[in-house]
């Protein structure tokens, strides 16, 4: 299920984009990397590129980002989808 992170408190959309930072950005040649990645993850979930996504069947995992490509247009909220030319 995708949930619109206006949904969200800014606390527990911090932790999901910390939480992908850590997993998919591994290190980077920066002083800060998650720094620097904080800051492109919350633009990507501000553009419908990333999306929450909750998965109750999943017992490990309560919520995460995923990117938009891997849903069709029905199954995310219309206000959620990015503008494909951003």
């Known amino acids: 299920m995708v ?11 911090e932790a999901l984009v910390e939480e992908y930072c850590l997993r998919e950005s591994g290190s980077m040649d920066t002083e800060d990397p998650l ?5 492109q993850v919350a ?6 590129q990333l999306v929450v996504v ?8 309560v919520a995460s980002l995923v990117p938009a490509d ?17």
């Open 3 to 13: 949930i619109p992170p206006d949904q969200l408190s800014a606390e527990a959309l």
């Open 35 to 39: 720094a620097a990645c904080r800051s």
């Open 43 to 48: 633009k990507a979930v501000a553009r419908g």
């Open 54 to 61: 909750h998965t109750p069947y999943n017992p490990n995992q």
């Open 70 to 86: 891997r849903f069709d247009e029905n199954e995310i909220p219309e206000e959620q989808q990015g503008d494909p030319a951003s």
